[in-house]
């Protein structure tokens, strides 16, 4: 098998990085996916840095096991704390999601705008946003804002109830107005991004971080010659427990219709 006709990995803690997933299907139809959802583990948001390291390694040996040929980690939380040392342990490429969330951000923001950074616990406690920002030389006033109750939120389906909308307003009303870009810091939070945008009000533009983790991912494994050219790709889904519950909130939310869901316990 060529390089090229390999799989791609995808991995997060639950079922938010199908955002990712979504979008690159649609951007990357040719291409095999297979997806992991720590659905037993979930939230790695309120999780200590060694925990997230360590389901993050053993999820990447499971998919490097798959023969995948590049890996997405669609998750913040890993991104922020154990993307070194995914790295070190991949033979292949990995990308992360905040990188191409800050790059989508800088694109929207005018000079010496206003960020605030929405992301679980642990992504926010890493200041990775706060430092990849700063990095990029842009005078911007950034601010960061955990939430996490979005995950738990998203995970039970209720993206649309009013307990969705009286969480945003509690979080993020005292930013209404006075922010440019607001950065979606979690791949759960994009099921979240009409309530959110509604309490930000219209002058807030929304930076989702799974669509630039997919424009990012279709980048890289262009500029590699990785790029599939077959015309149909096939998804493969697993999850680390309730695989039911899984499928049936992915096509709920997300129209995704997975069949049959494997089950891998660590």
Avoid: Q
């Avoid at 096991?65 to 998750?75: E, N, P, R, S």
């Avoid at 030389?137 to 998203?154: D, N, Q, S």
């Amino acid at each position: 098998m060529k390089d090229s006709e390999r799989p791609i990995g995808i991995f997060d803690s639950g079922l938010g990085g199908l955002t990712v997933f979504k979008e690159l299907r649609a951007l990357l139809p040719g291409e095999d996916l297979i997806y992991f959802g720590d659905t037993a583990r979930v939230p790695y948001g309120t999780k200590s840095a060694e925990a997230v390291l360590a389901f993050s390694k053993e999820i990447t040996s499971f998919l490097l096991g798959k023969k995948i040929k590049f890996l997405i980690v669609a998750c913040n939380t890993a991104s922020s704390l154990a993307l070194d040392e995914i790295r070190k342990l991949s033979p292949v490429p990995v990308l992360g999601v905040i990188k191409p969330g800050v790059e989508a951000a800088l694109k929207a923001v005018p000079a010496g705008g206003r960020v605030l950074v929405t992301g679980t616990s642990a992504t926010v406690n890493s200041r990775a946003y706060s430092r990849a920002l700063a990095e990029s030389g842009a005078r911007l006033k950034v601010t960061e804002k955990a939430c996490p109750l979005f995950v738990p939120l998203v995970e039970e389906g209720w993206c649309s109830k009013p307990a969705a909308v009286l969480t945003a307003r509690e979080y993020l009303a005292p930013f209404r107005g006075k922010i440019d870009v607001l950065i979606l810091g979690c791949t759960h939070y994009p099921l979240l991004k009409k309530v959110i945008a509604r309490v930000m009000g219209p002058r807030t533009r929304i930076v989702d971080s799974a669509l630039a983790a997919a424009l990012g991912a279709r980048a890289e494994l262009a500029a590699r010659g990785l790029l599939n050219k077959a015309r149909g790709g096939r998804s493969e889904f697993i999850v680390s427990d309730a695989p039911a519950r899984f499928s049936e909130l992915a096509f709920k939310l997300l129209k995704i219709r997975t069949g049959k869901v494997a089950v891998k316990r660590f």
